[in-house]
């Protein structure tokens, strides 16, 4: 059974930082692209950043330079580091395998709420 669970979501003010992190059972993780992608409310998914398995990364303009994705392949782990967070990365985060983004494969996680708010 494929398990993707993501922790580290919370209320963060403006201009801080948070670390997300996807726990990942039930698959061979260091073959799979992971990917963070995020939706807002009434918005789409979007994509937020991806991490493929040689290691190579790609991020929305929206994050460039604010966030950083990683991978750990002995502890089946991906994170996100999120900083100088903006109101506007408010939103759902879900840790996915679906890339590209126009794949229609992937598993997914549950999701972790990221609220940036004074």
């Known amino acids: 059974q494929v398990q993707l669970v993501e922790s580290g979501g919370g209320l963060v003010q403006p201009g801080g930082s948070l670390r997300l992190s996807c726990a990942a059972s039930?698959?061979?993780?260091?073959?799979?692209?992971m990917v963070w992608y995020r939706q807002a409310p009434g918005k789409q998914r979007e994509l937020v950043a991806a991490i493929t398995s040689g290691g190579s990364t790609n991020y929305a303009d929206s994050v460039k330079g604010r966030f950083t994705i990683s991978r750990d392949n002995a502890k089946n782990t991906v994170y996100l580091q999120m900083n100088s967070l903006k109101p506007e990365d408010t939103a759902v985060y879900y840790c996915?395998?679906?890339?590209?983004?126009?794949?229609?494969?992937?598993?997914w996680g549950q999701g972790t709420q990221v609220t940036v708010s004074s």
């Open positions: 039930g698959i061979i993780f260091k073959i799979y692209a």
């Open positions: 996915s395998t679906r890339w590209p983004v126009s794949s229609r494969d992937g598993y």
